[in-house]
């Protein structure tokens, strides 16, 4: 038995590597010739047909391009704005995949196990899509499956992402990828077991219960695998629809304000960071508190990485090289000279500049993109200079966690005080006190300490 499921699992590898190749070959084509042959390259109608390929290849490499679509200055504007509605628009599949996969899941009787379950998907993504469902007691439910044969794509995907990687570092030595590369493929394994999501939903249940503007989806068990996560539906408008009607500032506010506790109370009192940060995962119920929906991707980081990010907030307020240093070894940066902690400090200064500031303002002094963009081409050019850095495994999520969230109060255009804000959370910071409420939290609900992790 256990031979047929490994030529299964290969054959499915197998399949995997056929299609990537397919999708995306002539692709490649058409750059590397604008490359070394310097013909022209229709990079909208290029990007238009990278996003088809990705989606309809789903998975990890789908992933990835979310990841670097919202990384400032990571891919061209064509490319981003494409990429970017792969995380709320990937192409669904159809009810009879559904009911093979259900049945799969749940046994040939699935069917019995809800009084209603919609055929459509309300929404689809690069792993699994949602369905609606009532539930036999007349709960309304959201039932997130999983694509079949993802686990195959996942370790065929990783293999086409490290020689992606690899040519990336061949030709651009400004940054060395490989932590990169081994955090995303650690955090996409993971993202496959949704029994491990439902542990991280009772967990931000838990380091949230004093939030009363947070909301955390209750998940139903005993409909529930590997596979398959099962949660009560909670009512809300799309974060973007909230934006997209101009509420007044005084809405807008407090709306940036519940979605700053959101993210950074489990952050600074646990160590745990949301790391999947578009805007299709929140939603605004009538009263402006938050629902939080997709708990795949979360990364927990030791009490030593949090007291570095504060550490490093001090560095900048006071000038204390030394502090910086020790800060960014904890942050995971190795052999850090002069040159590179100014190159760093360019990243950072931008990165913290809201909180240095003790007065409502923007969370850009432009409210666009552009402006981080331009840091992150000056930092570009800069690590060239001084020889490039190894981004630590630790920066990744962490870093996409602030760029996703500084885009979404970007949209919200909310003057707040970031610095009080910040504050609130780091006032009463003490390393052992931050430890021992991990320990605590997170044995009781299934997770390692964060040193064991990786």
């Known amino acids: 038995m256990t031979d047929r499921m490994d030529e299964n699992r290969l054959g499915s590898r197998l399949r995997r590597y056929t299609r990537v190749g397919t999708s995306l070959g002539g692709l490649a084509v058409q750059l590397g010739a604008n490359r070394v042959l310097g013909t022209k390259l229709d990079?909208?109608?290029?990007?238009?047909?990278?996003?088809?390929?990705?989606?309809?290849?789903?998975?990890?490499?789908?992933?990835?391009?979310?990841?670097?679509?919202?990384?400032?200055?990571?891919?061209?504007?064509?490319?981003?704005?494409?990429?970017?509605?792969?995380?709320?628009?990937?192409?669904?599949?159809?009810?009879?995949?559904?009911?093979?996969?259900?049945k799969a899941e749940l046994g040939s009787d699935w069917q019995g196990r809800f009084a209603e379950f919609e055929r459509e998907a309300a929404a689809a993504a690069s792993l699994g899509q949602v369905h609606r469902a009532v539930l036999p007691d007349g709960t309304k439910v959201a039932c997130k499956l999983q694509y079949p044969d993802m686990s195959s794509a996942v370790e065929a995907d990783l293999r086409q992402l490290a020689w992606a990687f690899g040519l990336y570092r061949s030709y651009d030595k400004a940054i060395d990828p490989s932590g990169v590369f081994e955090e995303l493929s650690a955090?996409?394994?993971?993202?496959?077991?949704?029994?491990?999501?439902?542990?991280?939903?009772?967990?931000?249940?838990?380091?949230?219960?004093?939030?009363?503007?947070?909301?955390i989806p209750p998940v139903h068990h005993d409909v529930s695998t590997e596979r398959l996560l099962t949660m009560t539906w909670v009512e809300g408008t799309p974060l973007m629809d909230f934006i997209r009607a101009e509420p007044s500032e005084e809405r807008r506010q407090t709306v940036a304000r519940n979605m700053f506790r959101a993210w950074y109370v489990p952050f600074y009192n646990f160590g745990v960071i949301h790391g999947?940060?578009?805007?299709?995962?929140?939603?605004?119920?009538?009263?402006?508190?938050?629902?939080?929906?997709?708990?795949?991707?979360?990364?927990?980081?030791?009490?030593?990485?949090?007291?570095?990010?504060?550490?490093?907030?001090?560095?900048?307020?006071?000038?204390?090289?030394?502090?910086?240093?020790?800060?960014?070894?904890?942050?995971?940066?190795?052999?850090?000279?002069?040159?590179?902690?100014?190159?760093l400090h360019m990243w950072a200064g931008f990165i913290f500049s809201p909180l240095l500031e003790d007065k409502p303002r923007l969370i850009s002094e432009t409210n666009t993109g552009e402006y981080g963009a331009a840091v992150a081409r000056d930092v570009h050019q800069e690590l060239k200079r001084v020889g490039g850095v190894k981004l630590p495994r630790e920066f990744v999520f962490m870093d996409r966690a602030a760029v996703g969230l500084g885009s979404v109060f970007m949209h919200l255009d909310a003057e707040m005080n970031w610095h009080q804000m910040f504050h609130e959370l780091i006032t009463d910071f003490d390393l052992d006190a931050m430890e021992a409420r991990q320990a605590e939290l997170f044995v009781r609900h299934g997770q390692p300490m964060p040193s064991e992790l990786d």
Not at 187 to 215: C, F, K, P, Q, T
Request: net charge negative; aromatic share 10%.
């Open 43 to 102: 990079q909208t109608r290029h990007a238009s047909a990278l996003k088809d390929a990705l989606g309809d290849l789903k998975g990890p490499l789908m992933k990835a391009a979310q990841l670097l679509a919202s990384i400032p200055d990571a891919l061209p504007k064509e490319y981003a704005e494409d990429l970017r509605q792969l995380q709320s628009n990937a192409p669904p599949m159809g009810w009879t995949f559904v009911k093979r996969r259900m």
């Open 276 to 343: 999947d940060p578009h805007f299709g995962n929140y939603s605004i119920r009538d009263d402006l508190s938050i629902n939080m929906l997709d708990f795949g991707c979360v990364r927990f980081f030791p009490a030593r990485f949090v007291k570095g990010v504060i550490d490093l907030y001090e560095a900048l307020q006071t000038g204390d090289e030394a502090l910086a240093v020790s800060a960014y070894e904890a942050w995971g940066f190795k052999d850090i000279q002069r040159e590179l902690i100014d190159v």
């Open 187 to 215: 955090r996409l394994r993971e993202e496959l077991d949704y029994i491990r999501e439902a542990r991280h939903l009772g967990l931000y249940e838990e380091m949230l219960s004093a939030e009363s503007e947070v909301h």
